[in-house]
């Protein structure tokens, strides 16, 4: 199957290692994998923080990149239910715009999702002797309703062993420029987090969003945890020869 | 909406920095908010068709405000036919006149007052005051509070902020003849308030109310309350006084049906509400009258995307599920309207001129939590988002998000920048400065990579 990647600008910047992961994984399960170069970036910053016009920009770039790829796959909650929850709302209904995202959006899958429901494997032949918790980030959760396909997968993870989240829905506290608008209440949420993550006795915490670790694992690192951060998609490419990302 | 309650002064992220800091807060909000969300959900989820109730609740409630004018209308008549008299008013002052007017006709100086939210809304306490007339709170809450010379902190538990020690002092303190040995026991607080407020029914004349719902084809307004007290403020004075938004209509007395199981389910997390009061025009010789209070309603109703907000019915199960309101409070949100729905119903009632007003559409995560347990599916992040469109930016902050826009709408000037965050990343300090202190003073930032996903693609993929 041909699948186009949509890494996502902070991917693509600052965790690469997601989109490596992403790529030995597709290719590790039969997929020719493409990743079409002109892609930017979803437009969420900017629509969330009340920018509509430069979000409506990004949006229509994102169509036409990714226009006539039969699946589109995402490392990201956040920006897959972006494209198929907020773009249709930010279109007149009717317009060609609307027209365009409604070819498009349907296509895009965020990773567990393509795994899952796509290629039908939950056992996607991963070794990672390691104990887990998973961190269901809101929009994985409320926007595309993931519900436990990330948490499917990784109970067939050889050596894994995964451990229940305490206040798992609940948000860590980024909401992208939330950190910095609201950056008490955002500490707040995201210390309560941490100290739930602590109490699972967890080495690592997984999460389908790199924003949310970021914030998450940001935490953890100056509380000097020793906790570490890890993308799903990183811990399902990870076999027994090493992660290899 | 007028501009009387001002919990706090400033912006929410400042007032929100104050309040996170207090732990006592801190803790009674997490107990109180976790405990009503955890029963919440148990009872809706007895329910098998309670995302079909919620539809219809929706739907009701969508209908009504498409064609208020005309049901408004038939309220009047059906109010009128009955005896009561209707007024309307077009914002907080002309209600607080046709208030005091009507309380100073009977020559009283004292009012008891139902729990109302929309009276909260238009200060009508501290107008009365101005008019030499004592409004005083009959609901256990309010009661605290106003005795605390406190302003409510949640739509449905006004002391929500308070642990019963500190309801105790209160008590001690303020109310007049509280028992000497009060102890802060539940039962031993409630019966004092009891005995407090029992003197009080008795000799008051005049009553004020809110209502949750009023029946366009009936007349009848409805108040659904936990204690009693409210019935006893409804039935024992002459004359009743009802301030009502006038987007809390029903078309019929059918659909009440709907929203008796929606309402108490989704805000004390009960199966049924304990008192369930209906009154139609002057019932029993009483000398009703209804004042219909718009107070930027209809310039909410004309916003299409924000109209939704329109259909709340003052649940506050939003409140209790959202993580921002469960570390702040409610007065950080400055307006009697806290929370989620606080967060998108004050600016479009108030309009966004003031800082803290303009503030308020960011006082969200986004994480959804609050359209999830809406029983009217009001769809809160989206108007969030469409709020921030409408809100004032800053300067550097529009420059900021314009550059960033530049950036991202091109793939090589994308890579320009990761190419220069790179070769640039020895020199990020530890702190950075500006407001992106924000991030650094609570969390380490993550370490810049070097080579991007698209180099590396373009090198091996």
Not at chain 1, 120 to 125: F, L, T
Not at chain 1, 195 to 207: F, P, S
Not at chain 2, 284 to 304: I, K, M, P, S, W
């Amino acid at each position: 199957m041909r699948v186009a990647l949509f890494i996502t600008c902070v991917n693509d910047t600052l965790f690469p290692g997601t989109g490596k992961a992403v790529v030995s994984l597709l290719r590790r399960l039969g997929c020719d994998v493409d990743f079409p170069a002109a892609q930017t970036c979803c437009g969420q910053m900017h629509v969330n923080t009340g920018y509509r016009d430069e979000g409506v920009r990004l949006a229509r770039h994102f169509t036409e990149v990714f226009a006539g790829y039969d699946a589109v796959v995402a490392p990201s909650g956040s920006c897959a239910a972006m494209v198929r929850e907020q773009y249709p709302k930010l279109v007149r209904p009717g317009s060609r715009g609307a027209t365009a995202i409604a070819e498009v959006a349907p296509r895009v899958h965020e990773l567990s999702e393509f795994l899952v429901d796509v290629l039908k494997v939950e056992d996607v032949g991963a070794y990672f002797p390691h104990r887990v918790t998973y961190h269901p980030t809101c929009h994985s959760l409320r926007g595309l309703h993931l519900g436990d396909r990330p948490t499917r997968l990784l109970q067939q993870v050889r050596g894994l062993e995964l451990v229940p989240l305490p206040g798992a829905q609940e948000c860590c506290g980024f909401g992208g420029t939330f950190a910095v608008k609201n950056p008490a209440v955002s500490a707040a949420m995201g210390a309560d987090k941490a100290r739930n993550v602590l109490d699972t006795g967890a080495e690592v915490l997984c999460a389908a969003d790199n924003s949310c670790l970021m914030h998450i694992g940001g935490t953890l690192s100056r509380q000097q945890t020793g906790i570490r951060v890890m993308h799903l998609a990183e811990i399902l490419a990870a076999t027994d020869g090493g992660t290899r990302s | 909406m007028s501009a009387t309650f001002l919990g706090m002064p400033g912006d929410f992220p400042t007032n929100a920095a104050r309040a996170v800091k207090d732990s006592q807060l801190r803790y009674n909000l997490r107990k109180a908010t976790h405990t009503i969300r955890g029963k919440r959900a148990a009872v809706v989820d007895e329910l098998p068709d309670w995302h079909e109730l919620r539809a219809a609740g929706k739907a009701v409630k969508d209908e009504t405000l498409r064609h208020l004018d005309r049901y408004l209308l038939q309220l009047e008549e059906a109010v009128t036919a009955a005896g009561g008299h209707v007024h309307w008013a077009r914002d907080a002052a002309e209600a607080n006149r046709i208030v005091a007017d009507l309380v100073k006709a009977t020559g009283e100086t004292e009012v008891v007052k139902v729990k109302s939210m929309a009276t909260q809304e238009i200060g009508l306490n501290e107008a009365l005051a101005a008019e030499g007339i004592t409004a005083y709170e009959t609901d256990l809450a309010e009661l605290i509070v106003q005795l605390g010379d406190d302003f409510p902190s949640h739509i449905l538990v006004p002391a929500i902020h308070r642990n019963r020690a500190e309801i105790r002092e209160i008590f001690l303190d303020k109310m007049g003849d509280a028992p000497p040995g009060l102890t802060d026991e539940p039962a031993a607080l409630a019966e004092a308030a009891r005995l407090h407020l029992r003197e009080r029914f008795l000799r008051s004349k005049v009553a004020v109310s809110g209502a949750n719902f009023m029946i366009a084809e009936t007349g009848t307004l409805v108040v659904l309350e936990s204690e009693g007290n409210g019935r006893m403020c409804l039935t024992l004075p002459e004359t009743l006084i009802s301030v009502v938004g006038i987007e809390k209509l029903l078309p019929t007395w059918r659909d009440l049906e709907v929203f008796l199981q929606l309402l108490p389910r989704s805000s004390t997390g009960e199966r049924m509400n304990p008192y369930t009061s209906t009154w139609t025009g002057s019932a029993e010789g009483q000398d009703f009258h209804l004042v219909l209070l718009d107070n930027g309603r209809t310039d909410v109703l004309a916003d299409e995307v924000g109209r939704q907000a329109l259909r709340c019915i003052r649940c506050s199960a939003c409140l209790n599920v959202c993580p921002v309101y469960e570390r702040t409070g409610g007065h950080a949100y400055g307006s009697v309207y806290p929370g989620p729905i606080g967060a998108i119903l004050t600016p479009q009632l108030r309009g966004m001129s003031s800082e803290l007003d303009a503030s308020l559409p960011y006082a969200s995560s986004l994480c959804g939590a609050c359209y999830e347990v809406c029983p009217v599916a009001i769809d809160i992040p989206e108007v969030l988002v469409d709020l921030r469109a409408k809100a004032p930016h800053g300067a550097a902050e529009r420059a900021g998000m314009r550059v960033a826009g530049w950036i991202l709408n091109d793939q090589a000037r994308l890579a320009r920048a990761q190419h220069a965050a790179i070769r640039l990343r020895r020199l990020v300090p530890k702190r950075l400065p500006g407001p992106l202190s924000a991030w650094t003073d609570t969390r380490d930032l993550p370490e810049i990579p070097d080579e991007s996903f698209r180099d590396w693609w373009e090198r091996e993929g």
